[in-house]
Protein backbone atom coordinates (compact mmCIF):
# COMPACT_ATOMS: atom_id res chain seq x y z
CA UNK A 1 0.00 0.00 0.00
CA UNK A 2 1.41 3.13 -1.37
CA UNK A 3 0.56 6.91 0.34
CA UNK A 4 2.47 8.81 -1.94
CA UNK A 5 1.46 10.77 -4.27
CA UNK A 6 2.08 9.93 -7.74
CA UNK A 7 5.37 11.58 -9.78
CA UNK A 8 2.42 13.08 -12.40
CA UNK A 9 0.33 14.35 -8.97
CA UNK A 10 3.39 15.66 -7.26
CA UNK A 11 4.43 17.74 -10.36
CA UNK A 12 0.78 18.99 -10.55
CA UNK A 13 0.70 20.27 -7.14
CA UNK A 14 3.94 21.88 -7.28
CA UNK A 15 3.59 23.80 -10.54
CA UNK A 16 0.06 24.73 -9.00
CA UNK A 17 1.27 25.92 -5.52
CA UNK A 18 4.43 28.08 -7.39
CA UNK A 19 1.90 29.74 -9.57
CA UNK A 20 -1.04 30.15 -6.83
CA UNK A 21 1.67 31.62 -4.18
CA UNK A 22 2.87 34.26 -6.54
CA UNK A 23 -0.50 34.94 -8.18
CA UNK A 24 -3.54 34.17 -5.80
CA UNK A 25 -1.88 34.67 -2.29
CA UNK A 26 -0.91 38.28 -2.91
CA UNK A 27 -4.29 39.21 -3.86
CA UNK A 28 -6.81 37.17 -1.10
CA UNK A 29 -7.11 40.26 0.59
CA UNK A 30 -8.26 42.08 -2.15
CA UNK A 31 -11.02 39.53 -3.43
CA UNK A 32 -12.14 39.39 0.10
CA UNK A 33 -12.93 43.15 0.18
CA UNK A 34 -13.52 43.68 -3.52
CA UNK A 35 -16.92 43.78 -4.52
CA UNK A 36 -15.78 42.82 -7.80
CA UNK A 37 -14.84 39.31 -6.33
CA UNK A 38 -12.20 37.08 -8.13
CA UNK A 39 -10.34 38.66 -10.84
CA UNK A 40 -10.56 37.31 -14.30
CA UNK A 41 -6.78 36.92 -14.62
CA UNK A 42 -6.87 34.84 -11.69
CA UNK A 43 -9.81 32.07 -12.99
CA UNK A 44 -8.00 32.02 -16.67
CA UNK A 45 -4.39 31.55 -14.63
CA UNK A 46 -6.20 28.52 -12.88
CA UNK A 47 -7.48 27.60 -16.17
CA UNK A 48 -4.72 27.37 -18.39
CA UNK A 49 -3.29 24.91 -15.51
CA UNK A 50 -5.44 22.84 -15.92
CA UNK A 51 -7.13 22.65 -12.59
CA UNK A 52 -10.93 23.58 -13.79
CA UNK A 53 -10.43 20.49 -15.67
CA UNK A 54 -9.31 17.64 -13.46
CA UNK A 55 -12.72 16.21 -13.60
CA UNK A 56 -13.38 16.82 -17.57
CA UNK A 57 -12.67 14.33 -20.05
CA UNK A 58 -10.13 15.23 -22.49
CA UNK A 59 -12.81 15.21 -25.36
CA UNK A 60 -14.30 18.15 -23.72
CA UNK A 61 -11.20 20.10 -23.61
CA UNK A 62 -9.85 19.09 -19.95
CA UNK A 63 -7.48 16.59 -18.52
CA UNK A 64 -9.10 14.44 -16.16
CA UNK A 65 -7.32 10.69 -15.27
CA UNK A 66 -9.57 8.03 -14.93
CA UNK A 67 -10.25 7.14 -11.44
CA UNK A 68 -8.12 10.31 -10.31
CA UNK A 69 -10.45 12.87 -10.94
CA UNK A 70 -11.14 13.76 -7.33
CA UNK A 71 -7.55 12.90 -6.05
CA UNK A 72 -6.21 15.88 -8.95
CA UNK A 73 -9.58 17.95 -7.62
CA UNK A 74 -8.34 17.49 -3.99
CA UNK A 75 -5.08 18.47 -4.47
CA UNK A 76 -5.84 21.52 -6.38
CA UNK A 77 -8.33 22.83 -3.94
CA UNK A 78 -6.14 21.99 -0.99
CA UNK A 79 -3.48 24.35 -3.29
CA UNK A 80 -6.33 27.30 -3.66
CA UNK A 81 -7.20 27.02 -0.17
CA UNK A 82 -3.59 27.45 1.19
CA UNK A 83 -3.08 30.67 -1.22
CA UNK A 84 -6.93 32.44 -0.22
CA UNK A 85 -7.78 31.26 2.94
CA UNK A 86 -10.73 33.49 2.81
CA UNK A 87 -11.89 30.14 0.97
CA UNK A 88 -13.97 32.51 -1.77
CA UNK A 89 -11.70 31.39 -4.46
CA UNK A 90 -11.26 27.28 -3.14
CA UNK A 91 -15.13 27.30 -2.98
CA UNK A 92 -15.45 28.99 -6.33
CA UNK A 93 -12.91 26.14 -7.87
CA UNK A 94 -14.22 23.38 -5.69
CA UNK A 95 -18.04 23.67 -6.80
CA UNK A 96 -16.81 24.02 -10.52
CA UNK A 97 -14.76 21.09 -10.00
CA UNK A 98 -16.61 19.22 -8.34
CA UNK A 99 -20.30 19.07 -9.97
CA UNK A 100 -18.73 18.99 -13.48
CA UNK A 101 -17.67 15.81 -12.46
CA UNK A 102 -21.05 15.11 -11.84
CA UNK A 103 -22.40 16.67 -14.98
CA UNK A 104 -20.06 14.18 -17.15
CA UNK A 105 -21.23 11.50 -14.69
CA UNK A 106 -25.07 11.55 -15.08
CA UNK A 107 -25.23 14.75 -18.38
CA UNK A 108 -26.81 13.57 -21.84
CA UNK A 109 -24.05 14.26 -24.54
CA UNK A 110 -25.95 17.85 -25.67
CA UNK A 111 -25.68 18.74 -22.40
CA UNK A 112 -21.82 17.69 -21.40
CA UNK A 113 -21.25 19.60 -25.15
CA UNK A 114 -22.67 22.83 -23.91
CA UNK A 115 -21.35 23.08 -20.74
CA UNK A 116 -17.71 20.93 -19.77
CA UNK A 117 -15.38 22.89 -22.31
CA UNK A 118 -16.62 26.29 -21.35
CA UNK A 119 -16.42 24.99 -17.41
CA UNK A 120 -12.83 23.82 -18.26
CA UNK A 121 -12.06 26.49 -19.57
CA UNK A 122 -12.66 29.03 -16.99
CA UNK A 123 -15.41 30.45 -19.14
CA UNK A 124 -18.57 29.00 -16.79
CA UNK A 125 -20.08 28.81 -13.46
CA UNK A 126 -21.14 25.36 -12.32
CA UNK A 127 -22.75 25.07 -8.84
CA UNK A 128 -25.13 23.03 -6.95
CA UNK A 129 -28.82 24.29 -5.78
CA UNK A 130 -30.71 22.08 -3.02
CA UNK A 131 -31.67 24.07 -0.46
CA UNK A 132 -34.72 26.22 -0.39
CA UNK A 133 -35.99 28.63 1.76
CA UNK A 134 -38.04 25.81 4.31
CA UNK A 135 -34.31 24.05 4.93
CA UNK A 136 -31.85 22.34 3.50
CA UNK A 137 -30.91 18.89 4.79
CA UNK A 138 -34.22 17.04 4.43
CA UNK A 139 -33.92 17.32 0.61
CA UNK A 140 -36.58 14.55 0.64
CA UNK A 141 -39.33 17.60 1.58
CA UNK A 142 -38.36 19.94 -1.02
CA UNK A 143 -40.91 21.77 -2.85
CA UNK A 144 -39.61 22.85 -6.64
CA UNK A 145 -42.09 21.22 -8.77
CA UNK A 146 -41.05 20.35 -12.41
CA UNK A 147 -43.50 19.29 -15.08
CA UNK A 148 -42.49 17.40 -18.07
CA UNK A 149 -43.99 18.50 -20.87
CA UNK A 150 -42.98 17.32 -24.23
CA UNK A 151 -39.25 18.33 -25.00
CA UNK A 152 -39.27 20.66 -22.32
CA UNK A 153 -39.58 20.35 -17.97
CA UNK A 154 -41.73 23.99 -16.72
CA UNK A 155 -40.10 24.44 -13.53
CA UNK A 156 -41.50 26.46 -10.65
CA UNK A 157 -40.33 27.04 -7.17
CA UNK A 158 -37.55 28.40 -4.92
CA UNK A 159 -34.17 27.71 -3.45
CA UNK A 160 -31.86 29.50 -1.59
CA UNK A 161 -28.14 29.67 0.10
CA UNK A 162 -26.94 29.16 -3.43
CA UNK A 163 -23.62 30.10 -4.09
CA UNK A 164 -22.24 32.10 -7.79
CA UNK A 165 -25.75 34.07 -8.69
CA UNK A 166 -23.42 37.34 -9.81
CA UNK A 167 -20.71 34.61 -11.40
CA UNK A 168 -23.24 33.28 -13.70
CA UNK A 169 -24.58 36.33 -14.21
CA UNK A 170 -20.84 37.69 -15.02
CA UNK A 171 -19.62 35.07 -17.12
CA UNK A 172 -23.01 34.43 -18.83
CA UNK A 173 -24.23 30.93 -20.67
CA UNK A 174 -23.60 28.22 -19.98
CA UNK A 175 -23.40 28.79 -16.39
CA UNK A 176 -25.80 26.78 -13.88
CA UNK A 177 -26.80 24.80 -11.51
CA UNK A 178 -27.09 20.99 -10.52
CA UNK A 179 -30.99 20.86 -9.14
CA UNK A 180 -33.29 18.63 -7.27
CA UNK A 181 -36.83 19.23 -8.26
CA UNK A 182 -39.84 17.14 -7.60
CA UNK A 183 -41.53 15.56 -10.32
CA UNK A 184 -43.95 13.25 -9.01
CA UNK A 185 -44.99 14.76 -5.65
CA UNK A 186 -46.71 11.02 -4.74
CA UNK A 187 -43.78 9.38 -4.50
CA UNK A 188 -41.90 11.16 -1.90
CA UNK A 189 -38.10 10.79 -2.05
CA UNK A 190 -38.84 8.79 -5.43
CA UNK A 191 -40.67 11.09 -6.97
CA UNK A 192 -37.52 13.41 -7.20
CA UNK A 193 -35.37 14.19 -9.98
CA UNK A 194 -31.30 15.99 -10.49
CA UNK A 195 -31.31 18.55 -13.55
CA UNK A 196 -28.96 21.11 -14.85
CA UNK A 197 -31.31 24.52 -14.54
CA UNK A 198 -29.28 27.11 -16.95
CA UNK A 199 -29.00 30.26 -14.94
CA UNK A 200 -30.16 32.23 -18.14
CA UNK A 201 -33.33 31.16 -18.89
CA UNK A 202 -36.35 33.69 -19.36
CA UNK A 203 -38.32 33.47 -16.03
CA UNK A 204 -35.51 33.07 -13.41
CA UNK A 205 -34.66 36.20 -11.17
CA UNK A 206 -32.16 35.98 -8.41
CA UNK A 207 -31.37 37.69 -5.45
CA UNK A 208 -27.62 38.16 -3.36
CA UNK A 209 -27.45 38.22 0.48
CA UNK A 210 -24.77 39.63 2.72
CA UNK A 211 -22.70 36.51 3.96
CA UNK A 212 -20.10 37.59 7.02
CA UNK A 213 -17.55 35.71 5.09
CA UNK A 214 -15.44 34.16 1.90
CA UNK A 215 -16.85 37.80 0.18
CA UNK A 216 -15.59 37.44 -2.93
CA UNK A 217 -17.76 34.63 -4.16
CA UNK A 218 -21.89 35.70 -3.76
CA UNK A 219 -24.32 33.82 -2.15
CA UNK A 220 -28.34 34.20 -3.11
CA UNK A 221 -31.71 33.10 -3.89
CA UNK A 222 -33.34 31.61 -7.39
CA UNK A 223 -36.63 31.88 -8.39
CA UNK A 224 -38.24 30.01 -10.90
CA UNK A 225 -41.47 30.96 -12.45
CA UNK A 226 -42.70 28.95 -15.75
CA UNK A 227 -38.89 28.24 -16.78
CA UNK A 228 -38.92 25.98 -19.65
CA UNK A 229 -35.69 23.54 -18.95
CA UNK A 230 -34.60 21.83 -21.70
CA UNK A 231 -35.62 17.58 -21.26
CA UNK A 232 -31.91 16.80 -22.24
CA UNK A 233 -30.64 18.83 -19.08
CA UNK A 234 -31.86 15.96 -16.94
CA UNK A 235 -29.32 14.52 -14.91
CA UNK A 236 -29.45 10.72 -15.01
CA UNK A 237 -33.31 9.47 -14.88
CA UNK A 238 -36.28 11.13 -13.56
CA UNK A 239 -37.05 10.09 -10.24
CA UNK A 240 -33.37 8.52 -9.27
CA UNK A 241 -32.34 12.26 -8.63
CA UNK A 242 -32.30 11.71 -4.38
CA UNK A 243 -29.89 8.88 -5.11
CA UNK A 244 -27.78 10.72 -7.79
CA UNK A 245 -27.40 13.94 -5.43
CA UNK A 246 -26.30 11.83 -2.47
CA UNK A 247 -23.59 10.26 -5.08
CA UNK A 248 -22.35 14.11 -6.05
CA UNK A 249 -22.62 15.33 -2.52
CA UNK A 250 -19.93 12.79 -1.60
CA UNK A 251 -17.82 14.42 -4.31
CA UNK A 252 -18.65 17.66 -3.51
CA UNK A 253 -17.46 16.62 0.09
CA UNK A 254 -14.27 15.47 -1.01
CA UNK A 255 -13.32 18.86 -2.41
CA UNK A 256 -15.07 20.45 0.88
CA UNK A 257 -12.59 18.68 2.92
CA UNK A 258 -10.10 19.98 0.53
CA UNK A 259 -10.77 23.02 1.26
CA UNK A 260 -10.75 23.22 5.04
CA UNK A 261 -7.80 21.34 5.52
CA UNK A 262 -5.53 23.06 3.28
CA UNK A 263 -6.82 26.70 4.93
CA UNK A 264 -5.90 24.61 8.52
CA UNK A 265 -2.53 23.63 6.80
CA UNK A 266 -1.16 27.30 6.11
CA UNK A 267 -2.65 28.72 9.18
CA UNK A 268 -1.11 26.09 11.45
CA UNK A 269 2.28 27.09 9.21
CA UNK A 270 1.59 30.44 9.93
CA UNK A 271 1.53 29.98 13.65
CA UNK A 272 4.34 28.39 14.09
CA UNK A 273 6.14 30.56 12.03
CA UNK A 274 5.16 33.50 14.00
CA UNK A 275 5.68 31.77 16.97
CA UNK A 276 9.63 30.91 16.61
CA UNK A 277 10.47 33.85 15.76
CA UNK A 278 7.72 36.41 18.38
CA UNK A 279 10.12 36.17 21.64
CA UNK A 280 8.42 36.55 25.00
CA UNK A 281 9.97 36.60 28.56
CA UNK A 282 13.44 35.50 26.77
CA UNK A 283 12.37 32.95 24.61
CA UNK A 284 10.59 32.19 21.44
CA UNK A 285 7.15 31.43 22.23
CA UNK A 286 6.69 28.40 20.50
CA UNK A 287 8.79 26.65 23.45
CA UNK A 288 5.65 27.74 25.71
CA UNK A 289 3.70 24.12 25.67
CA UNK A 290 0.68 26.14 25.88
CA UNK A 291 1.25 27.29 22.94
CA UNK A 292 3.03 24.52 20.86
CA UNK A 293 0.68 21.63 22.04
CA UNK A 294 -2.09 23.07 20.84
CA UNK A 295 -0.47 23.72 17.60
CA UNK A 296 1.02 19.86 17.56
CA UNK A 297 -2.69 18.69 18.08
CA UNK A 298 -4.46 20.67 15.29
CA UNK A 299 -1.21 19.12 13.34
CA UNK A 300 -1.96 15.51 14.05
CA UNK A 301 -5.73 15.61 13.27
CA UNK A 302 -4.68 17.78 9.98
CA UNK A 303 -2.40 14.93 9.22
CA UNK A 304 -5.05 11.76 9.72
CA UNK A 305 -7.72 13.84 8.05
CA UNK A 306 -5.58 14.40 4.58
CA UNK A 307 -4.62 10.94 4.53
CA UNK A 308 -8.35 9.50 5.01
CA UNK A 309 -9.22 12.04 2.56
CA UNK A 310 -6.72 11.17 0.47
CA UNK A 311 -8.23 7.02 1.07
CA UNK A 312 -12.18 8.85 0.01
CA UNK A 313 -10.99 10.31 -3.28
CA UNK A 314 -9.18 7.09 -4.01
CA UNK A 315 -12.15 4.81 -3.23
CA UNK A 316 -14.62 6.72 -5.20
CA UNK A 317 -12.44 6.92 -8.16
CA UNK A 318 -11.51 3.22 -7.81
CA UNK A 319 -15.12 2.23 -7.64
CA UNK A 320 -15.98 4.18 -10.82
CA UNK A 321 -13.38 1.94 -12.48
CA UNK A 322 -14.28 -1.22 -10.66
CA UNK A 323 -17.79 -1.10 -9.61
CA UNK A 324 -19.02 -3.27 -6.81
CA UNK A 325 -15.59 -2.70 -5.17
CA UNK A 326 -17.06 -0.59 -2.17
CA UNK A 327 -20.51 -0.55 -0.75
CA UNK A 328 -22.10 3.15 -1.05
CA UNK A 329 -21.75 2.56 2.84
CA UNK A 330 -18.37 2.22 3.31
CA UNK A 331 -18.12 5.53 1.03
CA UNK A 332 -20.00 7.37 3.37
CA UNK A 333 -18.51 6.61 6.07
CA UNK A 334 -15.10 7.71 4.90
CA UNK A 335 -16.14 10.98 3.53
CA UNK A 336 -18.71 12.10 6.20
CA UNK A 337 -16.03 11.57 8.65
CA UNK A 338 -13.93 14.06 6.65
CA UNK A 339 -16.32 16.54 5.88
CA UNK A 340 -17.52 16.20 9.81
CA UNK A 341 -14.05 17.11 11.11
CA UNK A 342 -12.19 19.28 8.57
CA UNK A 343 -14.64 22.20 8.81
CA UNK A 344 -13.79 22.69 12.63
CA UNK A 345 -10.11 21.48 12.03
CA UNK A 346 -10.04 25.05 10.13
CA UNK A 347 -11.46 27.08 12.45
CA UNK A 348 -9.68 25.93 15.38
CA UNK A 349 -6.44 26.26 13.63
CA UNK A 350 -7.43 29.85 12.80
CA UNK A 351 -8.50 30.86 16.57
CA UNK A 352 -5.06 29.22 17.53
CA UNK A 353 -3.09 31.08 14.97
CA UNK A 354 -5.01 34.08 16.07
CA UNK A 355 -4.41 33.24 20.30
CA UNK A 356 -0.30 32.89 18.85
CA UNK A 357 -0.12 36.42 17.35
CA UNK A 358 -2.32 37.46 20.71
CA UNK A 359 -3.69 40.94 19.75
CA UNK A 360 -2.08 41.65 16.45
CA UNK A 361 -4.12 38.41 15.62
CA UNK A 362 -7.31 40.81 15.90
CA UNK A 363 -6.20 42.91 13.19
CA UNK A 364 -6.41 42.51 9.35
CA UNK A 365 -2.46 42.16 9.26
CA UNK A 366 -3.02 38.98 9.36
CA UNK A 367 -4.64 36.60 6.93
CA UNK A 368 -6.54 34.45 10.13
CA UNK A 369 -9.03 35.99 10.59
CA UNK A 370 -10.11 35.80 7.03
CA UNK A 371 -10.18 31.75 7.69
CA UNK A 372 -12.25 32.16 10.64
CA UNK A 373 -15.09 33.69 9.03
CA UNK A 374 -14.84 31.92 5.62
CA UNK A 375 -14.62 28.29 6.80
CA UNK A 376 -17.77 28.42 9.14
CA UNK A 377 -19.72 28.10 6.04
CA UNK A 378 -19.04 24.47 6.05
CA UNK A 379 -19.41 24.33 9.83
CA UNK A 380 -23.05 25.61 9.82
CA UNK A 381 -24.63 23.64 7.03
CA UNK A 382 -23.04 23.88 2.74
CA UNK A 383 -22.68 20.55 1.85
CA UNK A 384 -23.46 18.90 4.49
CA UNK A 385 -23.96 19.93 8.70
CA UNK A 386 -21.29 18.41 11.17
CA UNK A 387 -24.56 16.89 13.03
CA UNK A 388 -25.92 15.30 9.80
CA UNK A 389 -22.52 13.94 8.88
CA UNK A 390 -22.71 12.61 11.84
CA UNK A 391 -26.26 10.84 11.64
CA UNK A 392 -24.99 9.55 7.85
CA UNK A 393 -22.00 7.70 10.16
CA UNK A 394 -24.32 6.46 12.92
CA UNK A 395 -26.83 5.31 9.96
CA UNK A 396 -24.73 3.31 7.65
CA UNK A 397 -22.10 2.10 10.76
CA UNK A 398 -25.12 0.61 12.99
CA UNK A 399 -28.29 0.66 10.66
CA UNK A 400 -31.98 1.61 10.65
CA UNK A 401 -31.92 1.93 14.80
CA UNK A 402 -29.24 4.41 14.52
CA UNK A 403 -30.46 6.31 11.46
CA UNK A 404 -31.39 10.17 12.83
CA UNK A 405 -33.40 11.10 9.26
CA UNK A 406 -36.25 8.56 9.60
CA UNK A 407 -39.10 8.15 12.32
Known sequence: MDFRYTTEQTLFRQAIREWLTKNLEPRARQIDEDENGIPDDITQGMAELGIFGVTVPEEYGGCAVPGEELIYGMIAVQEIARADLSMSTPVYSLLTIGWSYIVNKFGSQQLKDEVLPAAAAGKAFVGINTTEPGGGSDLAKIKTR???????????GEKAYVSGPKECAKLGAPSGHCSLVVTDPSLGH??????WIPAHLPGITWTTYED???MGLSTGGWIYKDVEVPAYCLLGEEGKGFYNVM???NAARVLVAAACLGGAEKAIEIAAEYGTQRQAFGKPLIKNEGISFDLVNDWMQLDMLKLNLLRGAWMIGYEGENPGT???KDINVVISTCKCLSPT???E?????????????FTKETPLEMLLRGVMSYEVGAEGGLHVMRGIIARDLWGPAANPFIS
Open 146 to 156: AERKGDVYILN
Open 190 to 195: KGLTFL
Open 212 to 214: MGR
Open 247 to 249: FGF
Open 326 to 328: FSR
Open 345 to 347: LGH
Open 349 to 361: AARHGMMVHGAFG
